[in-house]
């Protein structure tokens, strides 16, 4: 069964940091792509970040550059979201996802086709 595990949300102060995990089972992230999104309450689904394991090459929101790092352990099949300087704009669930092959920044685009989907975690930053 082919399954992503989203895990790592909590609650934090700002300024503080914070992992998300996103363990893939079913199939191996060698040849995909990760990515991240969030929705907070009231808003669309914002793309975060996303990164291909073939290049390693990562993209991000401008509202998470500089913060934000995103990266793949092909040895563990995971995904990672390692987020730093936090603010409370950076509340919303936290949803990463797969999809075969590279991907550019138009991935991160609302609407954007992602093959499989993993469940939320809740990120909440107070202020």
């Known amino acids: 069964e082919v399954q992503l595990q989203a895990s790592g949300g909590g609650l934090v102060q700002a300024g503080g940091s914070l992992r998300l995990s996103c363990a893939a089972s079913?199939?191996?992230?060698?040849?995909?792509?990760i990515g991240w999104f969030r929705q907070a309450p009231g808003k669309e689904r914002e793309g975060v970040s996303c990164?291909?394991?073939?290049?390693?090459?990562?993209h991000y929101a401008d509202s998470v550059k500089g913060r934000f790092t995103i990266s793949i352990d092909n040895a563990k099949n995971t995904g990672y979201l390692q987020m730093n300087s936090l603010k409370p704009e950076d509340t919303a669930v936290y949803y990463c996802?797969?999809?075969?092959?590279?991907?550019?920044?138009?991935?991160?685009?609302?609407?954007?086709?992602?093959?499989?989907w993993g469940q939320g975690t809740l990120v909440t930053v107070s202020s």
């Open positions: 996802a797969a999809d075969y092959g590279p991907v550019d920044s138009d991935f991160l685009s609302p609407g954007s086709f992602w093959e499989y």
């Open positions: 990164i291909s394991s073939s290049d390693g090459i990562a």
């Open positions: 079913g199939f191996t992230l060698d040849d995909y792509a």
